[in-house]
């Protein structure tokens, strides 16, 4: 038994709205779309023109700064359009997919003698190898850099968040194989998280072939899922550093990559939030047109679409495209109406995590919460809020300071490299003066990125 | 989606309310960008945003928001000061027709109070308010919340028999130069309201200590009783600490004093509410009382044994019931623009408060109220103690490497 590591800061936001474990396959659409937008500092240059007919696993465009980073087509059918954008920037590369998929096939090599190189070179062919993300700064990793560590957090904890146990439950040989390729990759430094709340769906012995002190048990609130809290309880991010992850459901990608020889990039994706009638999974593809998932799903009303969580997610619309990571859709009301005194209410519907509405005295009740501010922005005035869902060693404001400072030196002597937007979507939820904590974060990030 | 909260209201309610609705949305346009009164659109801001919950949405970052705001924070604070408030009126009149040997029925001492306490708050409210909104539509920023608390707790740190223009510069020098210089609510450095008592008591120190305590109007048919002293405990303790109240009453505040600070009861009621809500940091608080227990205790120890009677032989926790320790503890120093922000810079923070509060008691009898100054003090140091926190943090973070 590996060491079990508590995390006591944080909150879980119980919401309405959780998906029930039942999936519902959706027919292949007849449009998809992938989004050069979703993949943070990748500049693209196309592979393919309007007209052109492609198979499934072929490259779409890829990274002008890398080359070698391909996003792939998921599907095989003939590209109808380029959106572009302001400056010609490729918004979306539209698809028209073929009523029987047809793939490319790459070889499956034996795992057990392949060298590292040989896996990457398959992973970077099939384009596959754009599910592997590193630390910091969240984007594809670069396949010349040697890891610290690859990490892949098997549960999730934030709000209404897929129960990855049940979706790795639906592939579970694909997974092992997956995590065997991520194991080659790591040169002996994978590590896997699970929690106990995914137990009975996911152990170590789903990890058999792996040595055993690569699992770490995990106990807590969130933001315990997230992957950057576990680097920085296990192997944390020194300056210069890197460390790879990848999601559970990308790994189930790569195993079917070496189990079948061919890019398969379907994904079972959590509907939730108030705004659905029936919360529950779907099995879609990448870039599957969301109205196909929000049909006779919405309530009626005036509902916010978000792709992914309801802290991090991105506020989208029923036209918009399903992103290339996305593993949950939130749907909640919005809350665009003033509320007489709502300030001085005592409040038995309103969460907060101070107990400064009567809430508190109903810990295990479900929220409908709206997108509404609840009041506006402030100076800075309340202390210690943010280091109560911090579960790090991080003095969060001091951080945001020298970040609004500027100062490269104190960013790095506090510990910028370890954080990511993600990890600080709680210190956002809780403060009290409404501050974009998310935003200055990215900010710090990038502007360490271009000017470290 | 509508609050269920106000399903349960009256319909009589909600018809006003949407009558104040259409009004707001009526006179709106003018104090909007172009409109003939936009100069003073900080101003109509404030008042909307007080009466309803603006419909703002969420724009980046997280969808969804805690549902306290700084309104709900400062109004909290206001609730836990609600105790010290009423038993201060109490107090008051009680204090009065003691003075006068005259009985009266506990209403009779309250509303005696109520009437002499109350110009004083509207007056303080009212200039505060009145500075902000001015340095509001001047530098067109919005109005924050920080004088809700702020002008509720200058009159409870004021003896009764304040005269109200004095009060009124209190008010001013405090929004002034304790906040709207330095950028407004939050970026202070020191307590706004504790630096309005401080330049009160520096400048007119006459009105500020001495025989000023009680309300001493004058009661038709009687005469100040021969045992009435206006002297303080605080002042009593310099020259002999036996002379001063029981405990019980100094621990329930039947006692002369600022208005508010009386009653060590009352302020524990406060900070119990502050320590539950999570609005009051309870390490600050604590650690305020330890202090000024630990100081105690130490001075106990060297106190001279041929003068017993002197203020260094006084029992350690007395300095919890004394003067103003509580008020400044619960409500002075958890203020959390002005305090240590880092969890262990609040335990130093608040160690030093209490010890520097009883030493300056016990040692500088020309300031008897110590908490006032020493919170002060700590306020300027807070910074300096934070920056050793960090620095501290930083090397242990390298070391982990």
Not at chain 2, 335 to 341: E, W
Request: charged letters at 20%.
């Amino acid at each position: 038994m590996a060491k079990v590591i508590t995390i006591k800061k944080g909150y879980n936001i119980k919401l309405n709205g959780v998906a029930e474990n039942i999936t519902s396959s959706l027919d292949l659409p007849n449009l998809i779309a992938i989004k050069p937008h979703d993949f943070p500092m990748l500049i693209p240059k196309l592979s393919v023109e309007v007209g052109q007919e492609i198979l499934a696993g072929h490259p779409l465009f890829y990274d002008k700064n890398n080359p070698v980073i391909r996003l792939p087509s998921p599907v095989s059918g003939e590209v109808v359009e380029i959106v572009r954008g302001e400056k010609r920037r490729i918004l979306e590369i539209r698809i028209l997919p073929d009523k029987i998929p047809k793939y490319i096939s790459f070889p499956s090599p034996n795992l057990k003698e392949a060298a590292r190189e040989s896996i990457i070179d398959l992973l970077l062919e099939s384009g596959c190898w754009s599910y592997i993300r590193q630390r910091p700064y969240c984007f594809i990793a670069n396949p010349t850099d040697i890891p610290k560590a690859i990490f892949v957090s098997c549960f999730d904890t934030a709000p209404l968040a897929p129960d990855l146990g049940y979706i790795i439950e639906q592939e579970r040989a694909n997974f092992q194989l997956g995590i065997e390729v991520l194991d080659k990759l790591s040169n002996g430094h994978l590590h896997i998280s699970i929690h106990d709340s995914t137990k009975e769906k996911i152990s170590e012995s789903d990890f058999q072939r792996l040595s055993h002190h690569k699992i770490h048990h995990f106990r807590g609130p969130h933001p315990a899922g997230n992957v950057g809290i576990q680097i920085h309880h296990i192997a944390p991010i020194q300056k210069g550093e890197i460390v790879w992850y990848v999601h559970p459901q990308d790994v189930i990608i790569i195993g079917r990559l070496f189990s079948e020889g061919r890019y398969r990039a379907h994904r079972t994706v959590a509907f939730t939030g108030s705004g659905v009638v029936h919360p529950h999974y779907f099995r879609v593809m990448t870039g599957q047109k969301l109205s196909t998932i929000l049909e006779y799903q919405l309530r009626e009303g005036s509902y916010r679409i978000i792709q992914g969580n309801i802290l991090t997610g991105k506020q989208s619309s029923s036209d918009d495209f399903l992103s290339f990571y996305e593993n949950q859709l939130t749907i909640v009301p919005e809350g665009n109406e003033p509320q007489f005194l709502g300030w001085l209410l005592p409040g038995l519907h309103k969460l907060s995590l101070s107990r400064t509405f009567l809430s508190w005295l109903t810990p295990n009740r479900s929220y409908n919460l709206n997108t509404n501010t609840n009041g506006e922005e402030r100076a800075f005035v309340m202390t210690g809020q943010y280091d109560k869902v911090l579960p790090m060693n991080i003095y969060p404001v001091h951080l945001l300071k020298a970040i609004m400072a500027k100062d490269i030196e104190r960013m790095e002597d506090l510990g910028i490299y370890e954080v990511s937007e993600e990890d600080f979507a709680l210190c956002e939820f809780v403060c009290t003066s409404k501050i974009d904590v998310q935003r200055i974060i990215k900010e710090g990030l990038d502007y360490i990125r271009s000017e470290g | 989606m509508k609050d269920s909260d106000l399903d349960n209201v009256q319909p009589l309610l909600s018809f006003s309310v949407k009558i104040a609705q259409n009004l707001i949305k009526s006179v709106k346009p003018h104090f909007g960008k172009g409109g003939r009164f936009e100069k003073f659109h900080p101003a109509f801001d404030a008042l909307e945003t007080f009466l309803f919950v603006p419909a703002h949405t969420t724009a980046s970052g997280v969808h969804i928001r805690d549902a306290i705001d700084l309104k709900r924070t400062m109004f909290t604070v206001i609730i836990a000061l609600v105790p010290t408030l009423l038993f201060g009126m109490w107090n008051v009149g009680y204090q009065h027709h003691l003075a006068y040997g005259v009985q009266v029925s506990m209403m009779d001492n309250f509303l005696f109070g109520f009437w002499k306490v109350l110009p004083i708050i509207v007056v303080s409210y009212t200039v505060g308010l009145g500075v902000e909104f001015i340095f509001a539509i001047i530098r067109n920023h919005q109005v924050s919340e920080g004088y809700l608390v702020t002008g509720l707790l200058i009159p409870l740190t004021m003896p009764v028999t304040i005269p109200l223009w004095m009060v009124a510069l209190a008010a001013i020098f405090c929004t002034v130069l304790g906040k709207e210089i330095f950028g407004g609510t939050g970026m202070n450095f020191m307590n706004p309201a504790l630096l309005a008592r401080a330049f009160l008591f520096f400048a007119f120190p006459a009105y500020m200590s001495g025989d000023i305590w009680t309300d001493l109007s004058p009661e038709t048919g009687h005469s100040l009783v021969d045992a009435y002293s206006g002297a303080t405990n605080l002042v009593a303790f310099d020259t002999d600490f036996t002379k001063m109240g029981s405990v019980s009453d100094m621990f329930w505040g039947f006692e002369q004093g600022s208005i508010g600070e009386t009653s060590t009861f009352a302020c524990l009621i406060g900070a119990f509410i502050l320590i539950v809500t999570g609005i009051g940091s309870w390490q600050i608080i604590v650690s305020c009382f330890v202090g000024a227990l630990l100081m105690g205790l130490v001075l106990n120890g060297l106190a001279p044994v041929d003068i017993p009677t002197h203020p260094m032989h006084t029992p350690a926790y007395y300095h919890w019931l004394m003067g103003g320790f509580a008020f400044g503890a619960v409500y002075m120093a958890t203020d959390p623009v002005s305090a240590a922000h880092t969890e262990v810079g609040k335990w130093i923070y608040g160690l030093l408060i209490g010890i520097f509060t009883v030493i300056l008691r016990v040692f500088n009898p020309a300031y008897p109220e110590g908490v006032m100054l020493s919170i002060l003090l700590m306020n300027v140091f807070a910074p300096l103690i934070d920056h050793i926190v960090i620095e501290q943090h930083i090397k242990n973070r390298k070391k982990r490497a």
